[in-house]
């Protein structure tokens, strides 16, 4: 069934759920939000473009999902708690059997992270995905990216390169994105690929903990990267302390699991760096929170990122786009 774009956009404006914070939301010119007086607001873009950041033949729901959870993961970053997002789509044809599926996996997220949608646009064109997330955090508490300090430890959440490791699987043919594999380790990477988890519990929780966060959306060297440059210090990882899943090194040996999670992008874990004094309260909030967070560098004086105990080559690369 072909949908006219008016009945599109009802059928996302009667999913969403209701926030008190909206003034008017969906069918305006505009959305009327009111922010609380004491926060500062977050906003953030991503878009997911069909075969670039996901596989075309991806099952609907998962890139609803995938295309929330990315901004989500933007938001815990910056230890802001998810209130209201737009929602652009560029779709070939406007068919309820592409549109609903993909709501489903849309609105799971955003329902159990309490994010709203308030606005959109809808235009024919290939399938892109869109996302304009906007989260609060009180003033002066936001986890930034320029505020590590030499001697601070550096953090890792849950397992990286997980979903490097599903994407290389798919790649070589050895995975099928849209079914369940009967292989327990190929799943299980196959499930953190299109279905990640933004971690946001956690980005709120570091308030006032962390002194830098990012998610690593790039690759872990590459995101710890931007950290040191945005704060003027060096990265120092150290390989032999990276937590390596039981179903990489399954699927890929250690070698190769250790590339992926050094360099393997779309996890969208937090890395973030602390003083050494927090360790105590870091143990106990994983614990809390049930998600691995294991000590992986540290910061030092000096520029870059610099990978100790790497059998590769040691470059600090992750995904660009625009790369030769
Ligand atoms: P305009 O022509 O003023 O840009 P539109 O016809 O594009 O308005 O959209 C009508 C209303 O529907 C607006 O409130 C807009 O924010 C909303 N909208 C459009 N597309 C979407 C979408 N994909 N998801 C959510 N809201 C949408
Ligand atoms: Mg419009």
């Known amino acids: 069934m072909s949908l006219d774009e008016f009945v599109l956009i009802e059928r996302i404006a009667r999913r969403t759920h209701a926030r008190d914070d909206i003034a008017l939301g969906i069918g305006d010119d ?3 939000l009111r922010p609380a007086a004491d926060q500062q607001l977050a906003v953030t873009a991503d878009t997911l473009n069909a075969g670039v ?5 991806s099952a609907p729901a998962d890139i609803g ?10 938001l815990a970053a910056m230890g802001a708690a998810p209130a209201w997002c737009t929602l652009s789509l560029s779709l070939p044809q406007a068919e309820a059997a592409w549109l609903d599926p993909f709501a489903d996996g849309l609105f799971a997220l955003a329902d159990a992270s309490g994010i709203a949608v308030v606005g959109g646009d809808t235009t024919r064109g290939p399938l892109s995905i869109s996302i304009t997330a906007m989260g609060q955090v009180p003033a ?3 986890l930034r990216r320029d505020g590590a300090r030499v001697g601070d430890d550096i953090w890792i959440s849950g397992h990286p390169g997980e979903a490097a490791g599903a994407l290389r699987l798919w790649q070589q043919g050895r995975l099928d ?3 369940a594999a009967a292989d327990a380790a190929h799943e299980h990477l196959r499930q953190r690929l299109q279905r990640p988890a933004p971690r946001l519990e956690l980005g709120l929780a570091l308030r006032g903990l962390a002194h830098a966060a990012a998610d690593v ?5 590459a995101d710890l990267g931007h950290i040191a440059a945005r704060s003027g210090v060096a990265v120092v990882v150290q390989a032999d302390t990276m937590p390596l899943s039981p179903a990489l090194r399954a699927a890929f040996g250690f070698d190769a699991a250790l590339d992926c999670a050094l360099r393997g992008g779309d996890d969208y874990e937090l890395c973030f760096t602390a003083a050494p004094e927090r360790r105590e309260a870091l143990g106990a909030l994983s614990s809390s929170l049930a998600l691995p967070l294991t000590r992986v560098g540290v910061i030092a004086e000096g ?4 990978c100790e105990g790497d059998a590769g080559d040691g470059r600090a690369s992750g995904y660009r786009h625009f790369a030769e």
């Open 303 to 306: 520029r870059g990122v610099r």
């Open 177 to 179: 994105v849209r079914h």
């Open 217 to 221: 959306s790039d690759g872990l060297l």
């Open 30 to 32: 505009a959305a009327l």
């Open 140 to 142: 002066g508490q936001a």
């Open 65 to 74: 999902w995938k295309a929330l959870a990315v901004n989500l993961s933007d």
């Open 53 to 57: 950041h996901f596989p075309a033949e």
